[in-house]
């Protein structure tokens, strides 16, 4: 599977930006989607995932109700909704794509996108 992200740039705090991964060469519809994210200096961190079906998500605790993740499988896209943007939120966001359940660990992705930018200034 190849995914690339789109969506990310330089915004101010309290706005809201919508990421998408558009995935490819395989059955999209497989596959469980995860979005994380990597800010300078530190480790890459779970955001939000959901089953292939879009049924269930789950969410890193501290981000619940301000990120939105779905999923089209007609089009091959998953998207990541970020409402109120901080400026703690800028990082790098990754999607990632695995067999199985909407995970919240890394090592259970086989596939990875090459990451956009998101900067939030205050």
């Known amino acids: 599977v190849q995914l690339v992200e789109s969506g990310g740039g330089l915004v101010q705090a309290g706005v809201s930006l919508r990421l998408s991964c558009a995935a490819s060469g395989r059955t999209f519809s497989n596959y469980a989607m995860g979005w994380f994210r990597q800010a300078p200096g530190k480790e890459r961190e779970f955001v939000a995932s959901i089953t292939w079906s879009g049924s269930n998500t789950v969410y890193a605790d501290s981000l619940k109700g301000r990120f939105t993740i779905s999923r089209d499988n007609a089009k091959n896209t998953v998207y990541l909704q970020m409402n109120n943007l901080k400026p703690e939120d800028t990082a790098v966001y990754y999607c990632?794509?695995?067999?199985?359940?909407?995970?919240?660990?890394?090592?259970?992705?086989?596939?990875w996108g090459q990451g956009t930018q998101v900067t939030v200034s205050s």
């Open positions: 990632a794509a695995g067999v199985g359940v909407a995970a919240i660990f890394k090592g259970e992705y086989d596939y």
